[in-house]
């Protein structure tokens, strides 16, 4: 067994080092952990974690009074113990092992005289059960010697206190010298010295008492045949006492026999009653049963109730229409500052129809008529709003085509080559390009109608654009005819330095492409995007093949993008539809459609100044033609190839 560290010298010279000046002596000394935790249950770390400290029991006698102190030292930074803590004895109330410790080495000491009785007091753990014991029965033995009381022990046994002390006392050899002058050694306790462990279990006065108390049951009997003899008379004798005390007292047995029979005629009603009780209680107790089954019934029932109008609270709160969504879907207003609550309802309604749909919907409840009436009243309101939004949209698109046509300043004039500018009309269209999304979600079919009459108000104005710009453009180009040009071309003469320049035609139908293919190409990427067309991008980011390589071909931004999200789950996936395909180039033939007209007056034009210009020409267009490559743009490839025919059937005669 390893030593304990209350037989530590260096120990308990440490501790009378750091107490040195208190005029205290130290009893006894002995290393323990420290905590605060409880055992079983988890805590902070910081708080819980052991610490290692040294308790020490020192006395300090002041005349005939000594006073009792128990130190708690603890290690400062450079190892030398300092203390730390000053309890007195005499406040100690109570010592409390701890029975969560499976070990049996923590205990906690608790004061009478602490501030705060809600704080829990410290643990201390020792080592072993014996150091425990050590210091546990130093400290009694200390509380019963100087103060002349006990604290109160709780988790553990006194008298296994006291078995231990005797097993675990050490015997100090005393020397005697017999007559002879040779020493014997004699056996003397550690109690003997300081403080008796056994105490004596019986005292003398109640030893006294027993023995007397023994005494009084003492009889002098000489043989058992004697001391039987002696009971059998004893016995004769009171059995004849008994029977004459018999037949002495029989009008007192008669009196009893009356008793008895009056007693026997009582519990016969008595037992007539107690069945009729009984059968009352039986009844009794099946109606019990009875009110406790249906009262199990209705407690039942009341839960069951709770449920369901838990149930149809939720299905109430489907059903709702709120208040402003029901005033936006049908009487709000279109104008730009209410998009938002536009936008925010038509959402709450596809969520509503969406939510009224079996699979995200009970079956059970889809045949309910609450369900079946509010699915009406939402489809007459997704009717109704339809109706206004595409009314509006119709009538909005021909507004602002009729304020842009109706200012002059957006087209080109006399001396002045205009640009066609839509970025103003592309921002205000995608004020609604959400709603367009939100109607689709709602009805797909409301979306042909507004198509049609945004390509029929957009192309008017393209029309008059492309118009202008031609007629302007043939108006500023300075080129006088060349007459020879056919004799030239036949007889094949050198003499082509002595005609006009024409190279000015060129250019003119280069400027003609160079500004209306790249406005077409976007016109058509943004109407496939605002009129939610599933077919791929037109133009790629950062792209240069709709326009002049020599990228001149669009000032503008990328206005494709119109920045919203795709409502419907089949909107993101890549890959042609077919059938929006072919629904979106019958849409952009009537946008498009009478635009090329334009085009041709420039190349007729052209032809007439310089029949030879039509070569550079076709070249110029067929480089334009092999850039489009989206699907969606086949009508500017058509308009591009009618172009390159064109030119082609007019250079066929110098071939």
Not at 20 to 43: D, F, N, P, Y
Not at 51 to 77: C, D, E, H, I, M
């Amino acid at each position: 067994m390893a030593k304990s560290s209350a037989d530590d010298e260096e120990l308990r010279r440490a501790c009378e080092a750091a107490i040195e000046g208190t005029k205290q002596k130290i009893v006894l000394s002995i290393r323990v952990a420290k905590s605060h935790g409880i055992w079983g249950k988890s805590g902070k770390l910081g708080r819980h974690m052991a610490k290692p400290r040294v308790l020490a029991l020192s006395t300090k006698s002041n005349g005939q009074r000594t006073k009792a102190f128990l130190r708690v030292l603890k290690y400062s930074t450079g190892g030398v113990l300092e203390p730390a803590k000053l309890y007195k004895l005499k406040h100690l109330s109570k010592v409390e092992v701890i029975a969560n410790d499976p070990s049996g080495c923590s205990f906690t000491l608790g004061f009478d005289n602490l501030r705060s009785q809600s704080v829990t007091p410290p643990q201390w753990t020792m080592r072993n059960i014996d150091d425990r014991n050590r210091l546990l029965f130093c400290i009694l033995n200390i509380c019963k010697d100087v103060l002349g009381r006990l604290p109160k022990v709780v988790g553990i046994d006194i008298v296994e206190m006291a078995l231990w002390a005797k097993e675990n006392t050490p015997t100090i050899p005393k020397q005697t010298n017999l007559q002879d002058g040779v020493p014997v050694a004699a056996t003397v306790t550690e109690s003997d010295l300081k403080v008796t462990v056994e105490r004596e279990l019986v005292s003398q006065a109640e030893e006294e008492d027993m023995e007397a108390l023994l005494g009084n049951y003492l009889m002098g009997i000489g043989e058992a045949e004697a001391f039987s003899e002696s009971l059998k008379r004893e016995l004769l004798a009171l059995e004849a006492a008994n029977v004459h005390a018999i037949l002495e007292s029989e009008p007192l047995i008669e009196e009893v026999l009356l008793g008895l029979e009056a007693a026997t005629n009582c519990v016969d009603d008595m037992d007539e009653w107690l069945g009729i009780f009984n059968l009352k209680l039986r009844h009794m107790r099946e109606d019990i049963e009875s009110i406790e089954t249906r009262n199990n019934k209705l407690e039942m029932q009341s839960v069951n109730n709770v449920s369901l109008i838990e149930e149809l609270d939720k299905l109430l709160e489907r059903l709702r229409v709120p208040s402003e969504h029901a005033t936006c879907l049908t009487a709000g207003s279109f104008d730009e500052a209410h998009m938002l609550q536009n936008i925010e309802a038509c959402e709450w309604l596809t969520g509503a129809l969406r939510g009224l749909q079996v699979p995200n919907l009970d079956p059970s409840y889809a045949n309910m008529r609450a369900v079946k009436e509010k699915r009406t009243e939402l489809e007459k309101l997704k009717t109704m709003f339809v109706r206004r939004a595409s009314e509006f949209l119709r009538n909005y698109f021909a507004s602002l085509v009729d304020f842009m046509i109706s200012d002059k300043s957006y087209f080109s004039q006399r001396g002045q080559l205009k640009r066609p500018d839509h970025a103003d009309l592309r921002y205000k269209c995608r004020t609604y390009a959400r709603l367009l999304q939100h109607l689709k979600s709602l009805d797909k079919n409301c979306l042909g109608p507004l198509r049609k009459a945004y390509c029929s108000s957009l192309s008017l104005l393209l029309r008059r654009e492309a118009r202008e710009f031609a007629n302007e453009l043939r108006a500023s180009t300075k080129a006088s005819r060349n007459p020879t040009v056919w004799l030239e071309a036949s007889t094949g003469s050198s003499q082509s330095s002595h005609n006009a320049d024409t190279s000015s035609v060129s250019e003119a139908y280069a400027k003609m492409l160079t500004i209306f293919i790249p406005l077409l190409v976007d016109e058509s990427s943004f109407f496939a995007h605002f009129m939610c067309f599933e077919v791929p991008a037109l133009v790629p980011p950062g792209s240069v093949a709709n326009g002049n390589k020599d990228g001149n071909a669009n000032d503008e931004d990328d206005d494709d993008d119109l920045g919203i999200m795709e409502i419907d789950e089949n909107d993101g996936k890549a890959g042609k539809n077919s059938a929006d395909l072919a629904a979106l180039n019958e849409s952009l033939q009537d946008l498009l459609d009478g635009i090329q007209e334009d085009f041709y007056a420039v190349v007729d034009w052209a032809y007439k100044i310089d029949p030879l210009r039509c070569i550079s020409m076709h070249g110029i267009t067929e480089r334009y033609l092999s850039g489009q490559k989206a699907d969606a743009a086949g009508f500017v490839r058509l308009l591009l190839g009618d172009l390159e025919s064109k030119n082609f059937y007019a250079i066929q005669p110098f071939c």
